[in-house]
């Protein structure tokens, strides 16, 4: 009932940039709250930032001033703006969207994931 599609990963050297972005669609009333995660080989998913409906902000204290969460409404298309990135920022990055797809029914979806892997 909703698709979540990440795109923008890449290759990056040590101290570039990279915006990711997360498109939702399907069938839904709306989307709530969303979420950007990350998991490194070997490692659990970890989350990097959250965004609710009032659009409050959650980061990950490592992350805080590096990377920025953002969304358009409109395109029900969500971002996240890395700066600075470093080697320890290479994994796959996921979007999860909290969607209310009726009344009363609210359920979590995610992407597939985008790679980013940062050169040192």
């Known amino acids: 009932q909703v698709q979540v599609v990440e795109s923008g990963g890449g290759l990056v050297q040590s101290g570039g940039s990279l915006r990711l972005s997360c498109a939702a669609s399907g069938t839904f009333l709306s989307i709530d709250d969303m979420g950007w995660y990350r998991q490194a080989p070997g490692e659990q998913r970890e989350l990097v930032a959250t965004l609710n409906s009032g659009g409050n902000t959650n980061y990950a204290d490592s992350l805080k001033g590096r990377f920025t969460i953002s969304r358009d409404n409109a395109k029900n298309t969500f971002y996240l703006q890395m700066n600075s990135l470093k080697p320890e920022d290479t994994a796959v990055y996921y979007c999860?969207?909290?969607?209310?797809?009726?009344?009363?029914?609210?359920?979590?979806?995610w992407g597939q994931g985008t790679q980013v892997t940062v050169s040192s």
């Open positions: 999860k969207v909290v969607a209310d797809i009726r009344v009363g029914a609210r359920y979590q979806y």
